[in-house]
């Protein structure tokens, strides 16, 4: 077994990154993303989704973090293949606001959340590998940005001091799609990306904490039960990837032995059931099939 090769990022999310001492993995990745070396976990939150079930897809990692400024902020880690995925991520960002604003509290103390998804999957269209995104409010006339500011002291004299900053209150969202990352190492968080892509770190890496990512997270250092574990889980994802392809093959195999444009039509619509069958998102079949989300939807499985 190559001592270079490490686990798979998305599976240590699942077991090893959960461990108090190996925050600073996690921690690493995160100051590389926001480009923030302060950034502290504080603590992993409970939630029912944080499984350790190698057979659980839908798996999310919730933090709670201090930047540079000294705000508390959720972190929510998304990497899963499910349906009407955006949809998802607005339901969990909301509960998670919801969770930690007590009734009758201040609206100033809304929870700041933040949301990012390690995607093993193409979500939608794009010639780029990191997405962000949040709400902002600009003029219909002008295409302006609107700023709301506030006021935070800078100093605890008796003069306090203090300036005006930007409100940045809701949730904000990276999207990192792996798959269309070309190895090519720009900048910090090319180099963790690299690392979740290829399960190892890239030569000449320096970010922050990478090195010691890639001493813990090497393959090497398993348990004959953590490494038994380990090859289930990746059966488990080798069988999901087996089935787009499969689906595919048969569906499109079958559209071309019934001839010309009707056979294709009828030979899509098979590969629609049959990913429908399998629970696949509306956004991965139409990627699949070349139909519209609207043609998808509305081909039925029976």
């Known amino acids: 077994m190559s001592d270079k090769k490490l686990i798979r990022f998305d599976w240590a999310m699942k077991t090893l990154l959960r461990d108090k001492a190996n925050f600073d993995v996690l921690e690493g990745f995160l100051s590389a993303l926001f480009e923030d070396d302060s950034i502290k976990i504080l603590k992993i939150l409970e939630s029912e989704t944080n499984s350790q079930d190698e057979n659980d897809k839908f798996n999310r990692v919730d933090l709670l973090v201090e930047d540079s400024e000294n705000r508390r902020i959720y972190i929510e880690i998304q990497n899963t293949r499910e349906t009407d995925y955006l949809e998802s991520l607005l339901y969990a960002t909301s509960k998670i606001i919801v969770e930690h604003q007590d009734l009758g509290d201040d609206f100033k103390n809304i929870s700041k959340v933040v949301s990012i998804s390690i995607l093993y999957f193409n979500l939608g269209f794009g010639d780029d590998y990191i997405y962000y995104g949040t709400n902002e409010f600009r003029g ?19 003069e306090p001091k203090y300036k005006f900053v930007e409100k ?65 889980f990746l059966i488990n994802s080798a069988k999901d990837r087996d089935a787009i392809n499969t689906a595919k093959e048969e569906g499109f195999t079958e559209g071309e032995n019934k001839g ?35 043609e998808v939807e509305n081909i039925n499985i029976e």
Request: proline share 1%.
């Open 140 to 158: 219909l006339n002008t295409g302006n940005k609107f700023v709301v500011k506030k006021r935070i002291d800078i100093s605890k004299t008796i």
């Open 168 to 232: 940045k209150i809701f949730p904000e969202y990276y999207l990192i799609t792996v798959e269309r990352y070309q190895n090519v190492v720009k900048k910090r968080i090319d180099e963790w990306i690299y690392m979740i892509k290829n399960s190892e770190v890239a030569d000449g890496s320096s970010s922050k904490n990478i090195e010691k990512a890639r001493q813990k997270l090497a393959k090497m250092n398993m348990t004959e039960e953590e490494r038994k574990r380990y090859e289930k």
């Open 260 to 294: 010309k444009l009707q056979g294709k039509i009828e030979g899509k619509i098979e590969v629609v059931k049959k990913m429908k069958n399998k629970g696949f998102s509306i956004e991965d079949i139409a990627e699949v099939t070349g139909l519209t989300s609207s």
